[in-house]
């Protein structure tokens, strides 16, 4: 008897560039019912920062296509992931398998959209992109922010080799954000992964302010090594705490933000404070496709 194929496609999301941008493989389950201990396992193999699971709703109330959407690290599954949900979305778009320019997700975070538009409708949108391909937007919950216990902001100091901080800051998904005076800081950060492993909460983004003219208005690195994921290469997610902090700082509300690890990525992010949503905007290209056999 033939086995149902799962086909998948690696997706590298936030970059039109091939392996820049962060990777995440996407695997279309259609009609295929797999348990968690499989979509953990195949997450394992793969062993990029995510793997998602994509399954079609075939009864539901929205005019868009809907699907489940599932993601994993290779250690454990997350409750929110903008990279994987634009690779997601780019494969559905670029497959065929829908014919609208919107979508919707069924996620542990709720309903979420990602809707194609054209290059032209970007704001800052010539930052060593093409504008020959189409960008993907994401519509996220804003992920809040709030201040940093002070007695430990030396401790953080010292975790992250006595850089010098300017501001420290924690969301509601356990992650800590340190603002660092320079994006020089940012880029030149050596971690110490074992240190930031050990550190309280989830993980550790850093950022600074970029200066006028750079074409950005921020900079970001996110290292997450407790979800095995030492050095996340670009981070949508983090971006819905990063644009309620510097919507609050800069008193805008579009930004065009550099991910500053060695891959790198370009987001362009819109906050809209009144009804506590992010728009997360970019490109992906897929780099492979093929089909687990298991």
Not at 63 to 91: D, I, K, M
Not at 120 to 135: A, H, K, V
Not at 231 to 242: K, N, Q, T
Not at 257 to 262: D, E, H, I, L
Request: aromatic share 10%.
């Amino acid at each position: 008897m033939a086995k149902n194929l799962v086909k998948y496609s690696v997706v590298d999301a936030f970059t039109d560039t091939a392996f820049k941008g962060n990777p995440a493989a996407v695997c279309w389950l259609k009609d295929i019912e797999k348990d968690d201990k499989w979509l953990q396992s195949v997450a394992t193999e793969f062993n990029i920062s995510e793997t998602c699971y994509l399954t079609p709703i075939l009864q539901h109330a929205s005019l868009n296509p809907s699907f489940h959407l599932r993601w994993f690290t290779p250690v454990a599954e997350v409750e929110l992931c903008g990279h994987a949900t634009l690779a997601a979305a780019h494969f559905l778009f670029q497959s065929g398998l829908v014919n609208s320019n919107m979508i919707e997700f069924s996620t542990l975070s709720g309903i979420l959209t990602a809707k194609r538009v054209s290059a032209n409708e970007i704001n800052g949108s010539s930052n060593g992109e093409s504008q020959d391909s189409f960008y993907i937007e994401l519509d996220f919950p804003v992920v809040p922010v709030s201040d940093y216990n002070d007695l430990e902001v030396s401790a953080i100091s010292e975790i992250l080799n006595g850089v010098s901080i300017v501001d420290v800051k924690k969301n509601t998904l356990d992650d800590i954000y340190v603002v660092l005076p320079s994006i020089e800081d940012v880029v030149e950060f050596k971690p110490q992964i074992n240190k930031i492993k050990d550190a309280p909460g989830r993980g550790i983004v850093i950022t600074a302010r970029a200066p006028n003219g750079s074409g950005f208005d921020f900079y970001s690195r996110f290292f997450c090594p407790k979800y095995g994921i030492d050095e996340d290469p670009v981070c949508g997610s983090a971006h819905c705490a990063l644009a309620a902090y510097w919507h609050e700082k800069l008193g805008k509300c579009d930004f065009v933000a550099y991910q500053a690890s060695p891959r790198s990525g370009v987001l362009h992010v819109h906050i809209d404070k009144e009804n506590q949503r992010v728009r997360l905007r970019g490109k992906a290209t897929t780099v492979m496709e093929g089909s687990l056999l298991v």
